[in-house]
């Protein structure tokens, strides 16, 4: 008994020792001692734990799709085809808007031996040939290029013959004008050619307005006349050879170009909003109106002056009126005196520094904020210590307007009050109001550098050439040949800012998958395209004051499309950021 007891603690001492050395061995008995073979499993795991995996998985398939839906950024679909189709089209051609050119002789006499029809046929392509070589290679977008006609009408007594590319719409009433009687005075004979060529109203816009020339033999001084229609005449001791260069120049430079050499000024830096409206916003500054302060009936003079020039511009503009009456508002630069001319004088050199930011609170309109154009035309009283103050040019004379353009901006008109001395006697000043005939002057100023903002001549008399005796001026600030070079060449600078948005809107929308597009930005591309479809339509036709409008809507319609509020609202996250705050938030 007594060796089995000490056999019994050698092992168990052993064992001791070898649970010691490895201790994973013993925890391994010790778990097996506590398994119970009666609840022990005796099979594998079956299709229970096959049936909960597959449930899960199906789970996680099943709701994946509403997974990627809550995340989901909405886009209205685009016509980018048609919108790279429309933007290939404009870059591979020029916009050139048809044009009709009417030419017609009276009171000429011909030899029975020549041929007279081959002979108007003859004066035909002598005009067509001077007008391609006045014009010269002319791509300039919204012009007539060489996309015109020109007809001949000849009238002598009872003959009558046109050349053969005269067409049937909008010709010359032979036999209805007495060359023999027409009288002298401009005005007249203005209005009388006027109700000949289209006093009917039947003649059709399609194929492009019609200008016309005529041509009147009597013997007298040779005199060139611009009406302010789509005419204009020349009459006096001339052959009809010798007429086709003066025919051609008045074809070229003023019923194409507008009155200028070089054409318009490009559509870009026309002075209207993107969203086709201008703010015409006139403001009357008083210096100092301790010296003295200046009133004026705006009311009565917008009716009188400016609802014309508005009538006249509504086919190339929204336009709308305001005005206000500003105080203390010095200028910026400085003025000096001269004795020789008893004034205080500023340069053009001064021009850049005239007007007063600081002081000038001029942009109130409403329309400051928005994508309106706003030009400002301002009236500045200066004080007594700089009165009178003028305007002296490069060459040393002095303004004749005294006011002058800033480009895209507007213009200012320094106005001296008839009597420069202040009544230091009277403790207020004196309240005066601008007389009629001062405020005609100061708006005809207004009108010319409104003109000039557009492109035009301030007034064609004094930028005329030698050979045009006269220009008949429009009540309206336009004449109508005008009015039609604003339309043409603003209808292709729309087209062209409605093809640059959009193509703009296109690729910025095709390399950001997760910018929102609502319906309304969709909507506004597809209108937009059909109304710039429409204007190139139309342009093509010759149809001016259609294809303006439309045009004019496209650009509008591409603008709020590419700067619509929501399109700077970007939701640019990865699927790793989206399935890590889902698993956040269900953790």
């Known amino acids: 008994m007594a060796e089995s007891s000490e056999t019994l603690e050698i092992k168990e001492s052993l064992i001791s020792k070898e649970q010691e050395s490895n201790p994973i061995a013993s925890e391994v008995s010790e778990k097996e001692d506590e398994f119970d073979p009666k609840t022990m499993r005796k099979t594998k795991p079956g299709i229970k734990r096959l049936t909960l995996i597959v449930a899960v998985l199906f789970s996680f398939i099943a709701g994946l799709p509403f997974l990627l839906k809550s ?10 085809k048609e919108i790279d189709t429309l933007t290939k089209s404009f870059e591979s051609n020029t916009l050139n808007i048809p044009c009709r050119f009417q030419v017609v002789y009276l009171g000429f006499s011909h030899k029975e031996s020549e041929d007279h029809q081959s002979y108007v046929e003859k004066l035909g392509f ?19 290029g060489s996309n015109y006609t020109v007809s001949v009408t000849m009238e002598s007594g009872a003959d009558c013959v046109r050349n053969s ?39 059709s ?32 001791k001339v052959m009809e050879t010798d007429a086709v260069p003066m025919v051609a120049n008045v074809f070229v430079k003023f019923f194409m170009n507008g009155g200028k050499d070089e054409g318009l000024v490009q559509g870009e830096f026309m002075p209207v909003g993107a969203d086709g409206k201008v703010v015409l916003s006139f403001s009357l500054l008083n210096a100092d109106p301790q010296d003295w302060i200046y009133d004026w009936d ?10 014309p020039v508005v009538e006249a511009l509504e086919a190339v503009a929204n336009i709308s009126v305001e005005s206000q009456i500003l105080y203390h508002t010095p200028k910026s630069s400085f003025s000096f005196w001269d004795k020789k001319l ?13 007007v007063n930011s600081n002081e000038w609170h001029l942009d109130t309109s409403l329309a400051a904020g928005g994508r309106s154009k706003i030009l400002h035309f301002v009236v500045y009283i200066p004080s007594a210590g700089e009165c009178p103050l003028v305007l002296q040019l490069p060459n040393k004379k002095l303004s004749m307007t005294n ?32 007389s009629p005939q001062d405020l005609q002057k100061v708006f005809e100023v207004f009108i010319g550098q409104l003109r000039q903002l557009f492109g035009l001549n301030s007034d064609n008399h004094l930028a005329a050439p030698s050979e045009i005796s006269n220009f008949l001026t429009s009540e309206r600030g336009f004449a109508e040949w005008e009015l039609d070079v604003l339309s043409r060449h603003y209808t292709c600078s729309n087209l062209i800012s409605c093809v640059t948005t959009l193509g703009s809107l296109s690729k910025l929308v095709q390399s950001l998958p997760r910018m929102i597009i609502k319906d309304e930005i969709g909507k506004q591309v597809k209108v937009s395209l059909e109304a710039a479809r429409l204007a190139q339509f139309n342009a093509s036709l ?45 953790l």
């Open 342 to 354: 008893s004034s205080f004088v500023f340069s053009t050199k001064d021009l850049p520094f005239f």
């Open 205 to 236: 816009d399609i194929g492009g307005k019609v200008y016309t020339v005529v041509v009147i033999n009597r013997g007298e001084e040779t005199r060139t006349v611009v009406g302010k229609h789509r005419h204009a005449w020349i009459a006096g």
């Open 126 to 144: 002598m005009i067509s040939d001077q007008m391609r070589k006045l014009s010269g290679n002319d791509t300039v977008c919204g012009g007539c």
């Open 403 to 434: 006011g002058f353009i800033s480009p895209m901006w507007g213009g200012v008109i320094v106005w001296n009050p008839s009597n420069c001395l202040r009544d230091s006697n009277r403790r207020h000043p004196v309240i005066h109001t601008l």
């Open 298 to 307: 705006f009311k009565k003079l917008g009716e009188t002056f400016l609802a």
């Open 542 to 586: 010759g149809v001016y004051d259609s294809s303006t409008v439309s045009s004019r809507q496209a650009r509008a319609l591409a603008e709020d499309a590419f700067f619509h509020p929501s399109i700077m609202s970007i939701s640019y996250y990865s699927f790793e950021h989206c399935f890590a705050i889902y698993t956040v938030g269900k």
């Open 165 to 203: 590319n005269s067409g049937t719409d909008c010709l010359w009433q032979c036999g209805v004008v007495d060359s023999t009687k027409l009288k002298d005075v401009d005005e007249v004979l203005d209005e009388l050619l006027e109700s000949v060529l289209h006093g009917d109203d039947g003649c």
């Open 71 to 80: 995340v989901e950024i909405y886009r209205s679909p685009l016509p980018f």
